[in-house]
């Protein structure tokens, strides 16, 4: 029997959308992956397109069917997590505020969420060392200025959970690690000390879920804004594999970190000498790493969702 070839399985994902272009509501912003359009003045919708951005900067080829598969597991968490925080979904359908031959644009793609006012950073917990806290802690043997044991291994898991908190970049900037302190000049004592706790309140919840599910959470980053009332409330994408490091238990188990995430698209980057800049936004990548991305990220999905998505029907 002919094995397909890597254009042939990327045919079968179906069409890539790489932007989307409501008429029937405002556009605010595209982000890296989402455009963000207004509905009314206290809602928006959110779709996710399945534009693929890596060291903060957004590739040329987008992966088909990412979109879907980052919606359909954020939303799969919001749920999970509703009795820990309280989220931005408005509960309305996305489907319902869009012109009937705009639906297949937003179908499975998108969250209907409340405006809040976003706070400019980013809460990032960490079960593990890696990453930037890892090139941090070779140096100093600290993360993010936090003092950490001697003799760490990127595959050692912390006696308890930590929070490093960055700033927000714009698109095409890199986020920066601050202190908790800076924090706290950034967002008032209470307020960070409340994202902090919060953060790592939803970061245990999911890691021992996950858990049962063959997978470890590194780490990741969550978003958070205020409501009207001044609620802390859980935004954005939440435990994705473009937020989080996702590992196989079973072959962490055995000392090897196999990365369900972006870190291979990463590695992938860094071997042909890209590591951040403007050239990188013109990159076309290679099929294999295209449908690389898509794999892990469907397999991130089936394992911890209980299904596969992102597929053609």
Partial sequence: M??????????????????????????????????????????????????LSAF?????AP??????????MALFWFDLLKGVVTNHL???APESVVAPDEVAQVQGRSML????????????????????????YTKSGTVCGIAMPAGLQMTTPLAAPIFTPATKAAVGDHDENIS???????????????????????????????????IVIADTKFEFGLDDAGTLTLMDEVLTPDSSRFWLADELAQGRIVALDKQPLRDWLASTGVTGGAEQA????????ILGVHER?????RQLCGSAAGTAA
């Fill in 2 to 51: 002919t094995q397909p070839t890597l254009a042939t399985s990327l045919h079968a994902l179906g069409p890539a959308v790489q932007t989307t272009t409501l008429r029937s509501l405002p556009l605010i912003a595209r982000g890296k992956v989402r455009d963000l359009y207004a509905v009314g003045s206290d809602r928006m919708l959110m779709v996710a397109s399945d534009r």
């Fill in 56 to 60: 903060d900067v957004v590739m040329k």
């Fill in 63 to 72: 992966v088909p069917g990412k979109g879907r598969l980052l919606t359909e």
């Fill in 90 to 92: 408005s509960g309305d």
């Fill in 113 to 136: 969420v409340k405006r809040l006012t976003p706070l400019p950073c980013e809460a990032v917990v960490r079960g593990y060392v890696v990453g930037s806290g890892w090139k941090e």
């Fill in 180 to 214: 908790f302190a800076q924090l706290e000049s950034l967002l008032g004592a209470v307020r960070a000390t409340e994202v902090r706790d919060t953060a790592i309140r939803i970061y245990t919840v999911a890691r021992e879920y996950a858990a049962t599910r063959g």
């Fill in 282 to 289: 013109a990159l076309d990548l290679p099929d294999e790493v």
């Fill in 297 to 301: 990220y469907a397999r991130a999905h």
